[in-house]
């Protein structure tokens, strides 16, 4: 997959009819949607308390409670990875996308190589509360990132696989 699709992706028209649910698509094998209720129900993963700040100014811009919710990995793998040719895996990239069209990327490496992985979390709770759509539910975080702030996705609404060409 080129550049081209890669936009094109990213530009398709956000789930906005689906308050609440994410969907996972693109290069896997059985592609999912679950809902809030469902995540809470997974729900086992929990993450430090943090400050989010901005990436260029490093302003405070809120602290935010303790984070409970499934890791992406697991939601990814629920659907499997379609994986076509030999190493498949080691050229996908996993496009987080809001439902207002912001979008944050991950690798393959990155979440299921590496500790990141284990810190990147789709969050249903905040503080021992469960989150609504009020409160940006469902949230995309990663833990081990240095600001949080640019891959702190709200109202998470798909997350879409893609192998790259080489």
């Known amino acids: 997959m080129g550049t081209a699709e890669i936009l094109t992706a990213i530009a398709e028209p956000a789930y906005r009819d689906s308050d ?7 290069d896997v094998i059985d592609p999912l949607s679950i ?9 086992n993963v929990t993450v430090e308390p943090f400050e989010l700040r901005c990436f260029r100014t490093h302003r ?11 890791r ?4 990814i793998s629920r659907a499997g990875l379609r994986c076509d040719q030999p190493g498949d895996f080691k050229r996908m ?10 979008t944050v990327t991950f690798s393959w490496h990155e979440l299921f190589n590496t500790a990141v992985g284990e ?3 789709v969050a249903c709770e905040c503080g021992g509360r469960p989150l609504d759509a009020a409160d ?8 081990a ?22």
Request: glycine share 10%; proline share 4%.
């Open 60 to 70: 405070f811009i809120r602290a935010v409670d303790r984070y409970r919710g499934m």
């Open 93 to 102: 990239v996993f496009l987080a996308v809001g439902q207002d069209g912001y």
């Open 20 to 26: 609440g649910v994410v969907h996972v698509s693109g």
């Open 119 to 121: 810190q990147v979390i």
């Open 145 to 166: 990132d240095v600001f949080a702030a640019p891959r702190h996705v709200n109202r998470l609404a798909r997350v879409i696989a893609r192998v790259l060409a080489p």
């Open 136 to 143: 940006g539910a469902p949230v995309l975080f990663s833990g």
């Open 72 to 75: 992406l990995t697991d939601l």
């Open 35 to 43: 809902s809030v209720d469902e995540l809470r129900r997974r729900a």
